[in-house]
Every structure is written in structure tokens, then in C-alpha cells.
């Protein structure tokens, strides 16, 4: 197994996301909003002339709200999905380790939105790891997507 993983915090859970699918790391200071947008939708904001659509992480998993306008910077892997650039935010960005088994069914209740995102535990050397699905973060809860 050499996939290589971007570690994570997301609520404070320590997470792997697929580190291929990250384009980069940045950090966030001003937002754009955007009426009628889904809740998980923090806004738009701005990367080397590419516009960035924000998604809140925690909103997304529906584990609360990241007061993203509060002036601070905030810390966001940036993904493409289907042509489209995306920004994630998250807790804290930690390190790029590699997988040293795949991504095994969990056996226990994580909670809705855990589940819903999850693609199983993977072994790194810092321990075993939640897998992202990033799209799954990226579309939001099942009832706002019924909603939209």
C-alpha cells in the first residue's frame, strides 16, 4: 500500500483525506457569501485568480458551526471535483503519511455524519486513521442535498 495520506483535524478528530486529490493547503482570511447556498456552504473565496467554493467541514458533518468571519485565517485543503475547486476547511493541518493497509469496514456508531463520510479506518504510523471521502464532505448532508 503506498497511498499516500494529508492528516487532518475536522472537529477535533484527527482524519486522513486522500493527500492525491489535494491540490494544495491554504490558509482562508475573507470570505464571499453566497445567498441561498446550502448551510455546509461557508462561501467563496479567492486562489491565484481561481475562484474557491467553501466548504465548512463541521457544518458539513453536522457537528456545528467553524466561525469562518471572524478575521482569524483559517486552514482549508483545496480539491478539484468534477472540474470545480473546492476548499476545505479544517481544524488544523498535521503531516503526509503513507497508508500502511487499506481502508478496513468500522465496526462501531461514529455518528450520521461520520458514517455518511467515512471509507473505512486505514493503519498509518501514527495509528489507525478515519478515511475521508472527500465528495461525500463536499455534498453536505443528506437533507440539505433533498433540499437543494
Known amino acids: 500500500m503506498n497511498e499516500l495520506l494529508l492528516i487532518v483535524s475536522i472537529a477535533g478528530s484527527r482524519v486522513a483525506l486522500p493527500a492525491v486529490a489535494v491540490e494544495s493547503v491554504v490558509e482562508l482570511e475573507a470570505l464571499i457569501p ?4 446550502p448551510d455546509h456552504l461557508a462561501g467563496l473565496s479567492a486562489l491565484r485568480s481561481r475562484v ?3 466548504i465548512d467541514c463541521q457544518r458539513s458533518l453536522q457537528l456545528g458551526t467553524t466561525d469562518l468571519n471572524n478575521g482569524d485565517l483559517h486552514e482549508a485543503a483545496v480539491v478539484e471535483l468534477d472540474g470545480h475547486h473546492y476548499a ?5 493541518v498535521e503531516d503526509v503519511v503513507e497508508a500502511l493497509s487499506e481502508a478496513a ?29 472527500i465528495a461525500a464532505i463536499i455534498a453536505g448532508p443528506v437533507s440539505e442535498a433533498r433540499a437543494a
Open 88 to 92: 476545505l476547511t479544517v481544524d488544523a
Open 34 to 37: 453566497v445567498p441561498r447556498a
Open 52 to 54: 474557491l467554493t467553501v
Open 105 to 133: 469496514p468500522i465496526r462501531a456508531a461514529m455518528g450520521e455524519g461520520w458514517e455518511r463520510v467515512s471509507k473505512g479506518m486505514v493503519e498509518t504510523e501514527e495509528g489507525p486513521l478515519l478515511l475521508v471521502d
